[in-house]
């Protein structure tokens, strides 16, 4: 095991390595490539689209996952899009600006080189998305749509309504589903893996438990990669599922892989707030939502009068009036860090006092109900489905919950945690 972190960063400009590297990578021819096993655990967007890429590179895979089927994995729950600097908008976007808003984003302490890599290939993402049958939305001509992420002024989010994650998951299971039939993925559900096997300081394998039998069984590798998903559930509030329990993730921390940044956690602006105090699940109301939602809050503490009784000039739209370059778009930490400070000074909405108003009046008003309910509709419905309150006539209630990790096992730029042949990705 390494005991010194070295990132391998490659050397040379910024915009350079990342080809350099792949030229300066030793390849394998593709009859050598049949000799090597590959162990993927995990089936979110992360572990299927890296083992269906590996399998039809020629590796044989095998793939692990605790639920019954790739499609029960967390990515399904993901709602607003995903970000790709392709500016088909015209509107300014360039690979170097998506790095640019990824490492401010970031609060400049990512590492450059993979930001950079990570501006690159969303480009490609997207084709490969498209190509894989992901029904994104589209302009009347036919071109793919986008709205925009908070952190950003271009409009570079690629979106299936509120269910981008669902459409991806699909489409990167049917890629999967693919190599399965042709017999070079073998997949394993119901298996938890409940040990990673290190041998002469070098991934060799895992130990699984079948959920359905109790059988404890081993399995050997040329490299296991662990695409298990975060640990957002380490909070009380969260957007995660209770199956995103990190238990592959923290068992190969055990065996030595170092863990990096868990205090990196991503608190969501806009999660339905708890109802009551025993509540521990947040269901997410979509980034997106800011696109066209305008927050606020009554301007005077305690103020229990209905949303529609609080005129304009005593309603306080306070990321506007604080950040008015980029309004209610403003990065996750800054809309939820502020949303605290409201609420904490008491100006919290609804029964609990525990919200801030995500209002579409503005918007209905002009582009028409219809138009609103095309880019939002079922997340209006699940929203109504949940409160009992219409958005379509009052405003949303939101409040920030813990939703995305961006620690977790630590790697190099060729995404290998710290145990030769243990690599982590998602
Ligand atoms: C509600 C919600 C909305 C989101 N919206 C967006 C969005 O709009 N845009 C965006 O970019 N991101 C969004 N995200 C974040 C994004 O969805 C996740 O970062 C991403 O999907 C994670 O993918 P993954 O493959 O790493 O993990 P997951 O999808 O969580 O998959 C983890 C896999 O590992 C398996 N597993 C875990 N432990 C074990 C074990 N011990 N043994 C066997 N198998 C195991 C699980 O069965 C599962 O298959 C959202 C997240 C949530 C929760």
Redesign the pocket.
């Known amino acids: 095991m390494n005991s010194i972190l070295d990132s391998k960063v490659p050397s040379g400009p910024l915009a350079e390595k990342w080809d350099q590297h792949k030229f300066d990578t030793r390849l394998v021819n593709p009859s050598n490539k049949r000799k090597y096993e590959i162990i993927v ?7 299927a689209s890296a083992a269906a890429t590996l399998s039809e590179l020629g590796y044989k895979v095998h793939v ?4 019954d089927s ?1 499609r ?12 790709a600097a392709k500016n088909y908008q015209n509107d300014g976007d360039s690979v170097f600006r998506l790095f640019y808003d990824t490492i401010k984003g970031g609060d400049y302490r990512s590492r450059e080189a993979n930001t950079y890599r990570l501006a690159q290939v969303s480009v490609d993402i997207i084709d490969q998305c498209t190509a894989q049958g992901v029904p994104f939305a589209r302009e009347y001509g036919g071109l793919l749509a986008n709205r925009s992420f908070g952190g950003a002024q271009v409009s570079r989010t690629f979106y299936a309504r509120g269910q ?2 669902q459409q991806l998951l699909l489409g990167a299971y049917q890629a999967l589903a693919r190599q399965i039939a042709q017999g070079s993925v073998t997949l394993h559900t119901r ?3 409940l040990e990673l096997v290190v041998k002469d300081g070098r991934a060799a394998g895992i130990v ?1 438990r079948d959920l359905l039998s109790g059988d404890i069984t081993s399995h050997s590798a040329h490299a296991v990669v662990l ?4 640990y957002a559930n380490v909070f009380y509030l969260s ?2 599922a209770m ?6 993730a923290w ?1 190969a921390h055990r065996k030595g892989a170092y863990f990096a940044n868990p205090c990196y956690t991503q608190i969501h602006p806009t999660c339905i707030p708890a109802s009551d105090e025993f509540q521990s699940k947040l269901t ?1 109301m ?2 997106s939502l800011r696109n066209d939602g305008r927050i606020w809050v009554p301007a005077k503490p305690h103020d229990d009068r209905p949303p529609g009784q609080i005129p304009e000039d005593e309603r306080d739209y306070y990321l506007e009036r604080k950040y008015p370059a980029f309004g209610n778009l403003v990065p996750r930490d800054v809309a939820s860090r502020n949303a605290k400070i409201v609420v904490d000074a008491g100006h919290g909405v609804g029964p609990l006092h525990n919200g801030v108003y995500l209002d579409f009046a503005d918007a209905i008003a002009r582009d028409g109900v219809e138009t609103i309910r095309a880019k939002y509709g079922n997340l209006f419905e699940m929203y109504e489905r949940i409160t009992g309150e219409n958005p379509y006539e009052v405003p949303m209630r939101i409040y920030p919950a813990s ?2 990790t961006m620690g977790g096992l630590w790697v190099d730029y060729n995404l290998m945690t710290t145990i030769p042949g243990l690599y982590a ?2």
Not at 41 to 47: E, F, H, I
């Open positions: 655990v995990g089936t979110g967007l992360a572990g692990y996952t605790y639920a790739p029960r994995a967390h990515s399904i729950a993901a709602q607003g899009g995903i970000n981008t994650g298996s938890e893996m699984t695409a298990t998903g975060g957007t995660n199956a995103c329990n990190t238990t592959a068992r997410l979509s980034e939703h995305y990705l998602g």
